[in-house]
C-alpha cells in the first residue's frame, strides 16, 4: 500500500537564495544540510515541518550556475502545499511584500494560489479539506494558523512512448499498478487519489520533452511504511516490466526508483528511520551531515559547500 507523498525532489541553482525562499519566505524548517549522494560537491537540501515529517518534505540539489530547466513533458510540473483555510488572502499579501510573482486559478472548483520560487519552479497553495496539526519548532518565522502543513498534491505531464508492459499510459499505471483511485476530471485534467495525498494528469497537445535543470522537479517518492513493504513493491514493480533500481540507503530512510510509463521519475521512500538519526530535535538542519562514506571527505567537500544564512526574522503581517 501508498500511504501518500513522501517528499517531492527538485534542482534549483544558488543553494542561499533557495534557503532565503523556502525558509525564509515559505517559512519551511531547514531539517537537513547533506549532499547529493551520488554528487557529493553539491548540497542535498531538506525542508519540512518541525521534524522534517514524510509528507511535508521538499528536497533540492542547488547546482550554482546551471541553466534554466525547461518546461514540457514527462515531468511534474508542479506541488500543491496544504495551507489552512481562511489563509489565501494572507499569503497573497505576504508573497507580494516580497516580491514573489503570484496568481489565483481555480481548479476543480477551489482556489488555488500559484507562485514561482527564484528559479522559476511553479509551486501552488491550497486550503486544506481537514486541517491537520503543525508540528512547530521554534525559530519559525510564519504564524501558525497560516503556515504551510504538508504536500497535497503533484501534477504530471506525462509523456507516453509506448508503455511498461501491460500499462501503457500513467493513468492506467497510477490505477492498476500504484493502487490509484481516480476522484476527478475537469478538461484535460484528471484527478487521482493515491494514500493520503492527489496527483493530477495534465495532458497538453504540443509541448517539447521537458529539459531537466534549475527550476524542474526531478522525482516524487511516495512513502512505504516498512522496508518490507518496500521489498515486495521492487519485486511486483519488477515483474511488471518496469527497471527499478535496488533499495538504495539514503541513511534518512530507504528507496527505489522507476519511471512510470509517462517518463516521470517516481522513488518509493520508507517512513523512517528519520532526520532525528543524527541530530536532535532542536538543531536539526544546523550542520553539514555526510553520508559514512563520505565522511572523510569533509574537509574538502565543506571546501566546495557555502557556508548559508539560516536565521530569518519573523513575519509580522
Not at 484528471?190 to 495525498?197: A, E, I, K, N
Not at 518490507?228 to 511488471?240: G, S
Request: glycine residues 10%; aromatic residues 10%; negative net charge.
Amino acid at each position: 500500500m501508498v500511504l501518500g507523498i513522501h517528499h517531492v525532489t527538485a534542482i534549483a541553482s544558488h543553494p542561499q537564495p533557495n534557503v532565503d525562499f523556502y525558509s525564509g519566505i515559505l517559512g519551511l524548517r531547514l531539517v537537513k544540510q547533506t549532499v547529493n549522494f551520488d554528487d557529493p560537491g553539491v548540497y542535498h537540501l531538506y525542508y519540512g515541518d518541525g521534524i522534517g515529517s514524510p509528507g511535508t518534505l521538499i528536497t533540492f540539489f542547488p547546482y550554482n550556475d546551471i541553466l534554466p530547466g525547461q518546461r514540457g513533458t514527462g515531468e511534474t510540473t508542479s506541488l500543491t502545499f496544504q495551507v489552512p483555510k481562511g489563509s489565501l488572502d494572507w499569503w497573497c499579501t505576504h508573497l507580494s511584500l516580497h516580491g514573489v510573482p503570484n496568481g489565483i486559478e481555480t481548479i476543480f472548483g477551489k482556489q488555488v494560489v500559484w507562485l514561482m520560487d527564484h528559479d522559476k519552479m511553479r509551486i501552488e497553495l491550497e486550503e486544506a479539506e481537514h486541517d491537520s496539526k503543525l508540528i512547530e519548532w521554534k525559530d519559525a518565522i510564519i504564524p501558525s494558523d497560516k503556515a504551510i502543513r504538508k504536500i497535497g498534491r503533484v501534477t504530471l505531464a506525462p509523456n507516453d512512448h509506448g508503455g511498461i508492459g501491460e500499462f501503457k499510459t500513467t493513468e492506467q499505471a497510477l490505477v492498476g499498478m500504484l493502487g490509484a483511485v481516480k476522484v476527478g476530471e475537469e478538461g484535460n485534467r484528471q484527478r487521482f487519489r493515491l494514500g493520503d495525498s492527489y496527483v493530477d494528469v495534465v495532458r497538453q497537445e504540443g509541448l517539447l520533452r521537458a529539459k531537466a535543470s534549475a527550476g524542474t522537479i526531478h522525482h516524487v517518492a511516495f512513502s512505504n511504511a516498512t522496508q518490507e513493504v518496500q521489498e515486495d513493491w521492487l519485486l511486483k514493480l519488477t515483474n511488471a516490466g518496469f527497471h527499478c533500481s535496488p533499495v538504495t540507503e539514503r541513511d534518512y530512510f530507504k528507496s527505489i526508483y522507476f519511471r512510470e510509463p509517462g517518463g516521470v521519475l517516481f522513488e518509493f521512500a520508507t517512513v523512517g528511520p528519520g532526520f532525528q538519526l543524527d541530530e536532535d530535535e532542536s538543531t536539526l538542519g544546523t550542520h553539514l551531515k555526510l553520508p559514512d562514506k563520505y565522511e572523510a571527505l569533509r574537509q574538502q567537500i565543506g571546501a566546495l559547500l557555502p557556508t548559508l544564512n539560516l536565521k530569518f526574522p519573523a513575519v509580522t503581517i
